[in-house]
């Protein structure tokens, strides 16, 4: 079955960066595109990109253009996020999830979450 | 922001009907297809209908979507206490070189 492993919990002071980790397994890795999706403390969901595990070509919301950086490492089957100049409100649980079809539609898999708190 | 808005919250009794709304404009839902997500207290969201009123294998037929031009809707049937939870609908908006936009979230609760 399809499984989405995160990395764990982080703390950041403001300025830093953090890298999260989304191993997959149970469906071939370079298929499917992922995202990334975050979610503040008590608040809604937020879609930051995809990026195409096959070609590594990715697609950043503008609100993160400069800021994230999304890759991938086939060899091992995993998706990386990472965020540069932390800033509190980046405080939030960060989640990966597979796309549902060859291009990008919508997430039908999800991680656990990786909660990332930046705070001084 | 979220562009897409749904009411914050819905509420029945076990075995009655919500209907939870999702409005949204000609650049979203208008020109493409709605997916909605249940997230449990805790955990990770959860895809429930995808294409406007698909059900992913599992999903029980108490769920079920539609779409007319701008706006969506999310049904729940025979509401059980397993369904309180945080129901956001989503769907990609061809402005600003395409993203996926969610929306506001509606707390269902079993009353």
């Known amino acids: 079955q399809v499984q989405l492993v995160q990395s764990g919990a982080e703390v950041k002071r403001p300025g830093a960066s953090v890298k999260v980790s989304c191993k997959a397994s149970g469906y071939t890795f370079t298929d499917y595109f992922m995202h990334w999706v975050r979610q503040a403390p008590g608040q809604g969901l937020e879609w930051m990109g995809w990026i195409n595990p096959n070609s590594g070509y990715t697609n950043y919301a503008r609100e993160f253009q400069g800021r994230v950086t999304m890759t991938r490492d086939t060899s091992i089957s995993t998706a990386y996020m990472e965020v540069s100049s932390l800033k509190s409100d980046d405080t939030a649980v960060y989640y990966c999830?597979?796309?549902?079809?060859?291009?990008?539609?919508?997430?039908?898999?999800w991680g656990q979450g990786t909660l990332v708190t930046v705070s001084s | 922001q979220s562009v897409l808005t749904q009411p914050p919250s819905a509420s029945g009794a076990p075995g009655q009907r919500v209907t939870i709304s999702c409005s949204g404009s000609?650049?979203?839902?208008?020109?493409?297809?709605v997916n909605w997500f249940q997230q449990l207290p805790g955990t990770a969201p959860k895809l429930l209908i995808y294409?406007?009123?698909q059900r992913p294998s599992g999903v029980p037929d108490r769920f079920s979507g539609s779409k007319s031009a701008t706006s969506a809707s999310l049904a729940i049937s025979g509401l059980q206490s397993e369904d309180e939870a945080d129901y956001y609908c989503a769907a990609w908006d061809d402005s600003l070189n395409g993203r996926y936009v969610f929306g506001t979230g509606t707390k269902v609760t079993v009353l």
């Open positions: 000609s650049s979203n839902i208008g020109s493409n297809t």
């Open positions: 294409n406007n009123h």
């Open positions: 999830a597979k796309d549902k079809a060859v291009g990008p539609s919508t997430a039908d898999h």
